[in-house]
């Protein structure tokens, strides 16, 4: 246990003085009766609980209380922070917390209490459907993330004393790709930038120290580049500006690591780490220091950013311009307005923070600050499967944005690398779903074309129009991509039923029977569907076999007369429902005790391939077409057929020796093909049934040993 931990251990009331007078400063009708009760509460109910550090576990909502409190949060906010333990470690109840706290503060302490639950681990599915979750909790407050981020900081400064290797990779990892990501995406790049730095000194010490080592070696030999550099640019702008900020820092070190990895530079070739910031006081001054700068220093081509005149998704806006400085040294120098300046350290925050919304911040300013998360949701409410959601959230999470202009000026922001079909689903899906071609500065294109910074796109629609599948291969954005399959999705789906209606019309003809509701409920029923539309949909898809129908109103009889029972499904496999029409791959001929996965074919139903068969590099993009498939090792024994390809000898007595081989091993020939016969060889494919994988590799053994046999395979 730590001195301040300790100290807080034995002196709370020091402690809750000291966060008092923190938030005093900036929130002058502080509601001290509300915190001192949150205090205590939190101070009590975790009374006898340790972190892995030894500390008492009331010291870390304290911390995180502190974090937010430093960041100017409301009371509210602050009071979630010193409860947001409590109900996630049992010591309390969201009944409790209402009835001490009110409704909004339960509600927030029971969303970041359900995002703590919420594991990120490796495996794609669940990931996704704990990713969904969680940026559905978020939009309903965007506090809850804020909360949660400043939860994770203090987590991560205090990662060192993590025991388990493991759980701290696997902790650091997960701060880098969701949450310092997250904290970027509301503009939080204070916190952001710290929660990379400590996740990047876990995940990759080595790169770390290398690169904290390059960085103190540029510092030892430009001592004093960062005040100098300073004081010069105040020097130039000072007789035209007054009231103008001039700061300078060295940049982060996970950003100069991404930069060498993106642009493969060598660490010794590392110098570009100084960036620079001038606040201006208003709008037009920007601009009017960015031409003093220009004019004083050259500026590097294409390193040049305007975010004022187009702000990123999250409300960010300011002037990005790389200059050769004093003594030959780049550095990059961001330019913007004070009020630019506090949503570029806050993002979403500073709208309660800045503007004493306090209490009565309005939920439809935040969230349209913040359009990027509700686009994901609009992706989890249409995404066909889990890694569909990953794959388009992930997209829109990481990379960079252009800006394009709708003919009445609305400006639109894309993803780098968008289309101009990517620009019409950005508007409304309805809008590009309905798209046949578009106009870009005035001139006809085609809706592939990749839209540029600044163009003006006009949409040009038809009623008649629908998506196509080759839309896919060049929209980019998850919104577009996510839309497209699922209105491909609904089309095909409308074709099964269609299908459906037809195969069920003919079957009930055949028998003179029709489809009324009485006999359509009962097959729902025993096919174990909810509607009649997934019961079609399922009959046109060839999931359904149509013989079971039959034999549901024409049951077989035996030679005695006696009706037998209802067929069941007689493949020995797990994972198939009542019904399904089931064929083994000709690719792979999987055999029982393989490894197998089951791919959904159009009329054919489900078609069962060998795990590492290749044919299932077709289907990667398409997850909703796979089964979890095993083989059933209860069901008793079970022939199936597989194919051996043999080159023979062509001699008296060889045919003879391959078929009493076969024999031995009680095994039986289904059929014989002759592919090929020359003066001393004979090609041919052999279909033979085994019972599983061990006696099909026993018989392939024993002809292997075959002298007549001069080379053998599985087909």
């Not at 300790?6 to 402690?15: A, E, L, R, S, V």
Request: hydrophobic share 35%.
């Amino acid at each position: 246990m730590g001195k301040k931990s300790q100290d807080f251990y034995k002196n709370p009331d020091k402690y809750l003085v000291k966060l008092e007078k923190k938030i005093s400063k900036y929130n002058k009708s502080l509601d001290t009766k509300l915190l001192k009760s949150a205090y205590y509460f939190s101070f009590n109910r975790h009374l006898f609980q340790l972190r892995d550090s030894g500390d008492p576990y009331a010291y870390h909502p304290y911390e995180v209380a502190k974090i937010l409190a430093e960041l100017k949060f409301d009371i509210k906010s602050i009071v979630t922070a010193l409860l947001h333990d409590t109900v996630e470690d049992g010591v309390a109840t969201n009944c409790e917390i209402e009835s001490s706290f009110g409704k909004e503060i339960s509600n927030l302490v029971e969303s970041v209490t359900k995002l703590s639950k919420l594991q990120l681990p490796d495996k794609e599915v669940r990931e996704a459907s704990n990713f969904s979750k969680f940026i559905i909790a978020i939009s309903k407050d965007i506090r809850v993330l804020l909360i949660k981020l400043a939860d994770r900081l203090h987590n991560m400064r205090t990662i060192g004393f993590v025991k388990d290797k493991k759980r701290k990779i696997k902790i650091a990892k997960e701060t880098l790709e969701v949450y310092a990501p997250l904290a970027g995406r509301v503009g939080f790049q204070i916190m952001r930038e710290e929660l990379e730095t400590l996740s990047f000194k876990q995940t990759n010490p080595v790169a770390y120290q290398s690169l904290n080592k390059r960085i103190n070696y540029l510092n030892n030999k430009n001592k004093n580049f960062v005040s100098d550099t300073i004081k010069n640019i105040k020097k130039i702008l000072s007789n035209d500006f007054k009231n103008i900020e001039v700061s300078g820092r060295q940049k982060k070190i996970y950003s100069t690591w991404k930069k060498m990895q993106n642009k493969s530079i060598a660490l010794e070739k590392v110098s570009d780490i100084y960036a620079f910031r001038i606040i201006t006081q208003t709008k037009n001054d920007c601009y009017k220091v960015l031409g003093k700068v220009h004019m004083t220093w050259s500026m590097v081509p294409e390193r040049f950013k305007d975010f004022i005149s187009t702000p990123k998704p999250n409300g960010y806006a300011s002037i990005h311009t790389t200059i050769i400085g004093p003594e030959g040294i780049q550095m990059e120098l961001q330019i913007r307005s004070m009020e630019m300046h506090k949503i570029a350290d806050y993002g979403v925050a500073s709208h309660w923070i800045y503007k004493n919304l306090g209490n009565n911040y309005s939920k439809k300013e935040i969230k349209e600050s913040n359009k990027w998360f509700q686009d994901v949701i609009e992706i989890i409410n249409v995404a066909g499967g889990p890694r569909e959601l990953m794959e388009h959230s992930r997209i829109d999470m990481y990379s960079d944005n252009v800006f394009c202009f709708t003919p009445k000026g609305d400006v639109i922001s894309l993803v780098k690398g968008s289309s101009a079909l990517d620009f019409a689903y950005a508007i409304h899906s309805t809008l590009g779903d309905k798209t046949i071609g578009v106009k870009i500065n005035g001139n006809l294109s085609p809706i592939s074309e990749v839209v540029s910074n600044g163009d003006q796109i006009e949409v040009l629609i038809s009623k008649g129009q629908k998506p196509q599948p080759n839309w896919l291969s060049f929209c980019i954005t998850g919104k577009a991509r996510s839309q497209i399959r699922k209105s491909l999705r609904d089309h095909e789906q409308d074709e099964f039923e269609k299908l459906g209606k037809e195969i069920l019309k003919k079957i009930l003809l055949d028998i003179n029977k029709s489809a009324t509701k009485k006999t359509l409920s009962m097959l729902i029923s025993i096919f174990n569907y909810e509607t009649y539309r997934s019961f079609y949909i399922a009959l046109g898809r060839g999931e359904i076999n149509s013989n079971l129908i039959l034999e549901t109103f024409m049951p077989k009889v035996t030679e005695n007369g006696k009706k037998t029972k209802k067929a069941k499904n007689s493949l020995p496999i797990i994972g198939l429902t009542r019904g399904q029409a089931v064929n083994f791959a000709d690719c792979c001929n999987p055999l029982p005790g393989e490894n197998i996965v089951g791919i959904l074919t159009e009329k054919k139903g489900i078609s069962v391939h060998l795990i590492n068969c290749s044919v299932l590099d077709r289907f990667i993009n398409f997850p909703e077409l796979w089964y979890e498939l095993t083989w059933d090792t209860k069901s008793g024994e079970y022939l199936q057929t597989a194919r051996i390809s043999l080159t023979v000898q062509n001699k008296v007595g060889s045919f003879n020796k391959i078929t009493n081989c076969i024999s031995k091993l009680n095994s039986n020939i289904v059929d014989i093909k002759i592919n090929k016969r020359e003066e001393d060889f004979f090609y041919m494919d052999v279909d033979v049934q085994v019972t599983d994988s061990k006696h099909f590799n026993d018989l392939f053994v024993s002809l292997k040993l075959e002298d007549a046999i001069y080379k053998i395979k599985r087909v």
